[in-house]
């Protein structure tokens, strides 16, 4: 079964950057779609981007123009670089994929990254 771990997180300023990682425990070249969530205090896990094998990527509107999800499958890894960050993106964030045949037909989450943005 995959294992995804996250790293990357910690306390930036509002505007600062940060590059998140999350680096499966096999092969991504066979797992089509890989995705990052993320979770405030309070709130529901939302997802803040997506990315295909194919390299097709969506963001939720909130990150638009400032997240960038990408992949290296010779590094089976995701990263999501994210810029200009603002308070309101402090969240623990998770990686996820869908149920497939990589995964065994089960979900897989990550343990999740803490990001912090605050002055």
């Known amino acids: 079964q995959v294992q995804l771990v996250e790293s990357g997180g910690g306390l930036v300023q509002p505007g600062g950057s940060l590059r998140l990682s999350c680096t499966a425990s096999?092969?991504?070249?066979?797992?089509?779609?890989l995705a990052w969530y993320r979770q405030a205090p309070g709130t529901q896990r939302d997802l803040v981007a997506g990315?295909?094998?194919?390299?097709?990527?969506n963001y939720a509107d909130s990150v638009k123009g400032r997240f960038t999800v990408s992949r290296n499958n010779a590094e089976n890894t995701v990263y999501l670089q994210m810029n200009d960050l603002k308070p309101e993106d402090t969240a623990v964030y998770y990686c996820?994929?869908?149920?497939?045949?990589?995964?065994?037909?089960?979900?897989?989450w990550g343990q999740g990254t803490l990001v912090t943005v605050s002055s």
């Open positions: 096999r092969s991504i070249f066979t797992i089509n779609e």
């Open positions: 990315i295909t094998s194919g390299g097709n990527t």
């Open positions: 996820y994929t869908p149920p497939s045949y990589t995964t065994g037909y089960l979900e897989v």
